[in-house]
């Protein structure tokens, strides 16, 4: 039990074989024993009560998803009966309920353990600003173990727990997974209900989740998500199952002139090393300009936003601001002075820089960014509270103002034995696109789990089959991935599945009109035609209607026969369009027509 790595699929094999929850529980506290870290936890809860909840599980339930997975909660989320903190002695009070995550969590069969410390009221990305002995980092206790989530990165690094709740508002769940060499999960805002959560920003706060692989994160984020009515800014996001990556994935990076690293050269390197094993798994890598995120991150900790932060904290700050953290009164208290005209002109020029970074992203796929420019020391925050934390956040404090996704993947360590991570940044409701890469990413970049010296599982498998709630879709032209259709299929959430061809029956041609070309598929007698290369996507059903509305005659919707002998639905042409068409069967792919085309021309 001792050597047991607290990955699902391990504690999965485990419980099907015969293991207890009891024993996994009892392993936990002696883990927590082993590290002897007193400021992991806030509030570890009594083992006999953790007990208590294993024997209650019962027998094995594979059908939860959770069952017997032991985790930790940030103690700025609630846990029906116990107390909350965000990391503030005077602030702490009983919860009268479980957080809704928290409730989704434990019916799917897991087992919290306790509450995780953090920066005072998720305010900083360092991990040391809490009144209670800050914990140490589980890779080197001379680094920060970075925040706000910092406890609970730090039970995950160390395998204590299988995965815990952090919250992100400006890289909580992002940063604390690279200083420990864990994943970190920041989901699509309104994914995660806020319910039960003490705010930092209501606006712009997730709850994030950390766990040894990307799939372990992916996995208890799907139980956790769920639309909540009781939450004002909860919204239906779909979790959508884990795929494959698509044959072209177009993979935006900051610029020569704007990436970042403080003199890190060692980070870069890091960084760098990764970006040429996204290449070797089919990415084609965009350097673009990141000046206007950078303006983004900006305005994180300037006017509205924290101001924000103020509303949570203005009474304590103003009857007892003694006990709030020195660090956390200096940055809250920009906010007093700020007017209500101050605020409308932050939410104008955040719109305006919005618009800017939309340009910047078209085209995109999603955007690969070292997840922090750097590591600090604790030593560091001792001598400068404020400067390492506003670097950290350098890669990680405009995602939520721009309503990204994110997720830090640990990837091989840095030349000097630190961790090495990446994030994925992505549109909102992509999450299942970032899980799906990170994983493959991950995979494709060997280390070693957090500080456990357990290696890396096996990939989970992934079936390239539509669920009941989307609708199998085969293209051939324009709308493939790395194309300029693709993203009428990525915005509504399809998501690729393989790639296929036609049988022999089918004829292509380049349609006349245009600019843009058109491909039109028409199929004839067997043996008439050629195997003409496709791609198939998963569309959510719900979105089908809106996307067949963007295709213009002569195609439609028409059901295609596959070189296996498979059936699916696809576009096809009629055969009155193709007067004047060019017949390109020959080359038996749109996108080498449209290759030979762009060469032509060069």
């Not at 103690?75 to 702490?92: L, R, S, W």
């Not at 890779?139 to 992100?168: C, E, N, R």
């Not at 909540?228 to 239906?236: G, I, K, L, V």
């Not at 420019?373 to 950290?392: E, H, K």
Request: proline content about 7%.
């Amino acid at each position: 039990m001792n050597d047991l790595p607290f990955t699902l699929s391990a504690l999965k094999a485990a419980y099907a074989s015969g293991t207890s929850p009891e024993a996994v529980i009892e392993e936990v506290y002696r883990r927590i024993a082993e590290v002897d870290d007193p400021g992991i936890f806030i509030h570890l809860y009594d083992k006999a009560d953790v007990l208590a909840a294993a024997k209650a599980l019962g027998s094995y339930d594979p059908d939860k998803p959770l069952w017997g997975i032991p985790f930790a909660i940030k103690d700025n989320i609630d846990d029906g009966g116990k107390p909350t903190t965000a990391a503030c002695p005077v602030f702490e009070y009983t919860a009268e309920a479980d957080a809704f995550a928290v409730a989704r969590l434990k019916a799917a069969g897991a087992l919290a353990i306790g509450k995780t410390n953090l920066d005072q009221f998720a305010t900083g990305l360092v991990g040391v600003r809490s009144p209670y002995q800050p914990p140490l980092n589980a890779v080197d206790p001379k680094i920060v173990p970075g925040g706000s989530s910092s406890g609970s990165a730090v039970a995950v690094g160390h395998g204590i727990v299988s995965f815990s709740l952090g919250t992100d508002t400006a890289g909580s769940g992002r940063v604390p997974g690279m200083m420990n060499n864990i994943a970190g999960l920041k989901p699509t805002l309104g994914a995660l209900s806020a319910s039960g959560v003490v705010p930092a920003c209501r606006t712009l706060d997730t709850i994030s989740i950390f766990a040894l692989t990307v799939a372990d994160a992916y996995e208890a984020f799907a139980a956790a998500a769920g639309y909540d009515p009781e939450d004002a800014y909860s919204r239906h996001i779909r979790v959508a199952p884990l795929g494959d990556m698509p044959p072209s994935l177009r993979v935006g990076i900051p610029d020569d002139a704007s990436i970042e690293f403080f003199g890190d050269t060692v980070q870069a390197a890091s960084f760098y090393e990764t970006i040429e094993t996204l290449k070797a798994l089919g990415a084609t890598v965009e350097k673009i300009d990141f000046t206007p995120f950078y303006d983004v991150a900006k305005m994180l900790y300037e006017g509205a936003w924290v101001a924000e932060r103020h509303t949570v904290l203005q009474e304590l700050m103003e009857t007892q601001p003694e006990d709030v953290h020195p660090v956390t009164r200096e940055v809250v208290g920009k906010a007093i002075g700020l007017t209500a005209t101050d605020a409308f002109r932050g939410i104008y020029r955040l719109k305006e820089l919005g618009r800017k970074t939309e340009s910047v992203l078209a085209g995109l796929d999603l955007l690969c960014v070292p997840t922090a420019p750097t590591f600090y020391s604790v030593q560091d925050l001792i001598d400068d509270p404020i400067g390492p934390n506003s670097r950290y956040g350098t890669y990680t404090n405009f995602v939520n103002l721009l309503d990204m996704c994110g997720l830090a993947v640990p990837v091989s360590p840095r030349a000097d034995g630190r961790p090495g991570s990446v994030t994925l940044l992505a549109a909102a409701g992509e999450d299942g696109l970032l899980a799906s890469i990170g994983i493959q990413l991950e995979q494709a970049c060997a280390h070693e789990l957090g500080a456990t010296g357990w290696e890396l599982p096996d990939a989970p498998e992934t079936a390239p089959v539509a669920q009941p709630d989307e609708l199998a879709l085969a293209v051939c032209g324009a709308h493939m991935s790395g194309m300029s259709l693709n993203p009428e299929l990525t915005s509504r959430g399809a998501r690729f599945l393989e790639t296929a061809k036609t049988s022999d029956a089918y004829r292509l041609y380049a349609l006349a009109g245009g600019p843009p070309s058109r491909p039109g598929l028409v199929r004839g007698e067997p043996g008439s035609g050629s195997e003409i290369d496709l791609e198939i996507w998963a569309v959510p059903l719900k979105e089908v209607g809106s996307f067949l509305a963007t295709i213009p005659a002569p195609l439609g919707l028409g059901t295609l026969v596959l070189s296996d002998g498979r059936t699916v639905q696809g576009f096809v042409c009629e055969a009155a369009g193709i007067a004047g068409a060019e017949d390109i069967t020959g080359l038996k792919s749109w996108r080498a027509y449209i290759d030979g085309t762009l060469a032509a021309t060069a």
